[in-house]
T-cell receptor, first 117, second 112 residues
Framework: ETGVTQTPRHLVMGMTNKKSLKCEQH?????MYWYKQSAKKPLELMFV???????ENNSVPSRFSPECPNSSHLFLHLHTLQPEDSALYLC????????????????FGSGTRLTVV | LAKTTQPISMDSYEGQEVNITCSHN???????ITWYQQFPSQGPRFIIQ???TKVTNEVASLFIPADRKSSTLSLPRVSLSDTAVYYC?????????????FGSGTRLQVQP
């Protein structure tokens, strides 16, 4: 375990379903991130939250809706997804600005393997 | 964030030393160099970070020349379990608005 826990580990959903991915960290970090990793592609940044405030939305379709109720929890709500949205969804956390020298990077969860059928 | 260039893939044998070089010609003065390792179906894992000269930890060494336009990750005596994708990232990701941006990485295959 890395300290960042993602559930579920695997998810199969139909295109008309609504589901949510959950991420939880108790590392004292105040920034959380969603990344998408499709087969044989680099990780793509989706959303950034700093102190519960969304600071970046990397042109993600509205069928993906993030929620950050507190600095320890992050959700990704999914609805009417497409088969091309099948991927590994990774959550990460880190300290935010003001760390000098920087701390030791992002901590990633193990991801949720999503399959849209 | 500075753009990085690294080999797409490398092959090695168990017990050998592996060096993966990353080019980052437009690195900024305040940028740090960070390497991550990723196994299939897992999130990337921090390996090492440095600013200049040499950094060593229990897992790897990072060599950074004086001009900082490149860096080399050195893995001593690799084993089969070191087979993974290795990412080089450059930037001062702890300030500013941009989060970590990953490139394609280097796929290291270690054979018996």
């Amino acid at each position: 375990e890395t300290g960042v826990t993602q559930t579920p580990r695997h998810l199969v959903m139909g295109m008309t379903n609504k589901k949510s991915l959950k991420c939880e960290q108790h590392l004292g970090h105040n920034a959380m991130y969603w990344y998408k990793q499709s087969a044989k592609k680099p990780l793509e940044l989706m959303f950034v939250y700093n102190f519960k405030e969304q600071t970046e939305n990397n042109s993600v379709p509205s069928r993906f809706s993030p929620e950050c109720p507190n600095s320890s929890h992050l959700f990704l709500h999914l609805h009417t997804l497409q088969p091309e949205d099948s991927a590994l969804y990774l959550c990460a956390s880190s300290h935010w600005v003001g760390q000098d020298p920087p701390n030791y990077g992002y901590t990633f969860g193990s991801g949720t393997r999503l399959t849209v059928v | 964030l500075a753009k990085t260039t690294q080999p797409i893939s490398m092959d090695s044998y168990e017990g050998q030393e592996v060096n993966i070089t990353c080019s980052h010609n437009n690195i900024a003065t305040n940028d740090y160099i960070t390497w991550y390792q990723q196994f299939p179906s897992q999130g990337p894992r921090f390996i090492i970070q440095g600013y200049k000269t040499k950094v060593t930890n229990e897992v790897a060494s990072l060599f950074i020349p004086a001009d900082r336009k490149s860096s080399t990750l050195s893995l001593p005596r690799v084993s089969l379990s070191d087979t993974a994708v290795y990412y080089c990232l450059v930037g001062r990701e702890y300030t500013g608005r941009r989060a970590l941006t990953f490139g394609s990485g280097t796929r290291l295959q270690v054979q018996p």
